[in-house]
């Protein structure tokens, strides 16, 4: 089956404009997470969706950065007001449940979007 | 001290030797232990998961888990240069509805053939 896809795979924009990123998780996945890569630095967690439930902001790091996920399927990052230090991969992540069983807490990862803020 | 430890190497191995990758952890409250393979500019991809103590094998790779010592470990046999990728060890700690996931920074691995 299809894995995460994301787009745009490259985004280059300038400072002060606000920039959208698109995440298609799994079929059937129920999570879906945002992950931020710096170049050489591990992942640091922005945001997860799980099912209807209120999303888990926690690691947004300001609040020029928002998303959504609309139907349960499809999610938005949005990051107004881009400044350079923006530039990373934004990575989107998705999972089966918070069910509990092992497999359920495996992430799937998509290519990611690469965003260069100039 | 951070949750999670792994050393960021570069690491730089001949093809066919024995890798070994690490993490270790602070929480007591991690259960499930997992690591991901990120080759340059993809997403990570999950390799291998585990929630026992004790060694789990996957062809080339043994995933290898110490809870009394808070220690994770990956053993790569007869790497190949295909190795070459940057390791991430995950941990996810469970209570209450809730899950909490946490990454290493990762160990940047290169087979040199």
């Known amino acids: 089956g299809a894995g995460v896809s994301q787009s745009p795979s490259n985004k280059v924009t300038e400072k002060g404009k606000d920039v959208e990123l698109r995440c298609d998780p799994i079929s059937g996945h129920t999570a879906l997470y945002w992950y931020r890569q710096s170049l050489g630095q591990g992942l640091e967690f922005l945001i997860y969706?799980?099912?209807?439930?209120?999303?888990?902001k926690s690691g947004l790091p300001s609040d020029r950065f928002s998303a959504e996920r609309t139907g349960g399927s499809v999610s938005t990052l949005t990051i107004q007001r881009t400044q350079q230090e923006d530039s990373a991969v934004y990575l989107c992540?998705?999972?089966?449940?918070?069910?509990?069983?092992?497999?359920?807490?495996?992430?799937?990862f998509g290519p990611g979007t690469r965003l260069t803020v100039t | 001290q951070k949750e999670v430890e792994q050393d960021p190497g570069p690491l730089s191995v001949p093809e066919g030797a024995i890798v070994s990758l690490n993490c270790t952890y602070s929480n007591s409250a991690f259960q499930y232990f997992m690591w991901y393979r990120q080759y340059s500019r993809k997403g990570p991809e999950l390799l291998m998961y585990t929630y026992s103590s004790g060694n789990k094998e996957d062809g080339r790779f043994t995933a290898q888990v110490d809870k009394s010592s808070k220690y994770i470990s990956l053993f790569i046999r007869d790497s190949q240069p295909s190795d070459s990728a940057t390791y991430l060890c995950?941990?996810?700690?469970?209570?209450?509805?809730?899950?909490?996931?946490?990454f290493g920074k990762g160990t940047k691995l290169s087979v040199i053939p």
């Open positions: 995950a941990m996810v700690a469970t209570g209450a509805g809730s899950y909490q996931l946490t």
């Open positions: 969706f799980q099912g209807n439930s209120a999303p888990d």
């Open positions: 992540a998705s999972s089966l449940a918070l069910a509990g069983r092992a497999r359920d807490y495996e992430q799937y």
